[in-house]
Every structure is written in C-alpha cells, then in structure tokens.
T-cell receptor
C-alpha cells in the first residue's frame, strides 16, 4: 500500500490563480480530511468527508472547495489564491470503525502564494 | 472551537536527558493523542489515550490522560538525536455524531549531542 499520497509536494502561485491539491489513499478508508499547518498554530481542519459524495466544513473552510466522487480521492481546490493561503497542507484518512490511532497523514504540500 | 494550549513551544536538551511536555484545555476531551512530525513529513501517531487517568508507554515515551480529561502530558526518557522534531498533542471531542479533532500548536524539540 502507498498509504496517503499528495501532489504536488511544492507549489508557488500568484494571487488570484486557482489550483487543485490532490490527495489519494489506497486503504479503502471512509474518512478523509484536509488540514493546513501554519507556524505556531498546529494543524487546523479545512474540510472533511465521511464517505464518497459527502463533505463538510471544518474550522477554516473559507477559500477552499472539496469534492469526494470516489472513496480514494479527495481533492482540495483553491478558486482564487490569496497570500493568506500560504501554508503547508496535509491530507489524512482513517477507516470508519477505527479511532484516531489509525489516522494516516500524507507527506504534505507546501504552497506559497505571492 | 476547542483550543489546546501546548507547552513549551520549544525545547533544547542534551542527549540523554528526559523531556516533558503537556497540553491543557478548558474543554473536556474523549481521546488524547500525541503525534511526532519530522521535517518535510506528515505527523505520525505516537500514543493514543482513551480513558481518564490512563498511563500508556511506547518504548521511551510515556503519556497520561489527565483525570479531569482536560490535560495530558508526554514524557520522553533518555533522549537521542532522532527524537528531534515537532510534537503535537491532539484531542477528540464528540459533538452529536461528529468527532472533532483539535491540535495543539506543537513543541519543537532539539536534542544537542
């Protein structure tokens, strides 16, 4: 199993540009989440999904969209990038019947918005 | 939303020393977790705690779920260079049918040879 994969690993955008951060998992996990990590602030939940076709907002959803058309993929879209979205983005997944001890994180996408 | 206060923010210790870090909150948590993050990687779970008062060890790591369910600590004994990284506490609360995971701000650990 590859676990949780994220692409790209690094990205630089100009203000106003759009892009999609990709996340995929091959563990057949129902739950998937997107977090952003900023210095001194830990990880904050952006959006999450409890299964294909179901998404919900987390703590900091503004400026981001998600969709979950398949169990494996959970892309995060920035429609109009802003400098405040410069951050490291982590995708995570876990199975339905498992608690947090089986939540797996991807390696992260480092995004800079100029 | 829920908030976790993690301290200290950073630590510089000599190899072989013991380390202690903790998290506190004004809210009650159902589960406490401790993660480690290496540079350029995502967080990896170290220890999970599920009951108030629970004390759990994982090698040189020991963590406890506070009796009040509002705090937790992590101890690392006999530190080694590979312990370097950022340590995060995290806690689950249950709101209706949803479980919300909140992270602390992290403790940056540096181990000096």
């Amino acid at each position: 199993n590859a676990g949780v994969t994220q692409t790209p690993k690094f990205q630089v955008l100009k203000t106003g540009q759009s892009m999609t951060l990709q996340c995929a998992q091959d563990m057949n996990h129902e739950y998937m989440s997107w977090y952003r990590q900023d210095p001194g602030m830990g990880l904050r939940l952006i959006h999450y999904s409890v299964g294909a076709g179901i998404t919900d907002q987390g703590e900091v959803p503004n400026g981001y969209n998600v969709s979950r058309s398949t169990t494996e993929d959970f892309p995060l879209r920035l429609l109009s990038a802003a400098p405040s979205q410069t951050s490291v983005y982590f995708c995570a997944s876990r199975g339905r019947d498992s608690w947090a001890d089986t939540q797996y994180f991807g390696p992260g996408t480092r995004l800079t918005v100029l | 939303g829920q908030q976790l206060n993690q301290s200290p923010q950073s630590m510089f210790i000599q190899e072989g020393e013991d380390v202690s870090m903790n998290c506190t909150s004004s809210s009650i948590f159902n589960t406490w977790l401790w993660y480690k993050q290496d540079p350029g990687e995502g967080p990896v779970l170290l220890i999970a705690l599920y009951k108030a008062g629970e004390l759990t060890s994982n090698g040189r790591l020991t963590a406890q779920f506070g009796i009040t369910r509002k705090d937790s600590f992590l101890n690392i004994s006999a530190s080694i260079p590979s312990d370097v990284g950022i340590y995060f506490c995290a806690g689950y609360t249950i709101s209706g049918s949803a479980r919300q995971l909140t992270f602390g701000s992290g403790t940056q650990l540096t181990v000096l040879p």
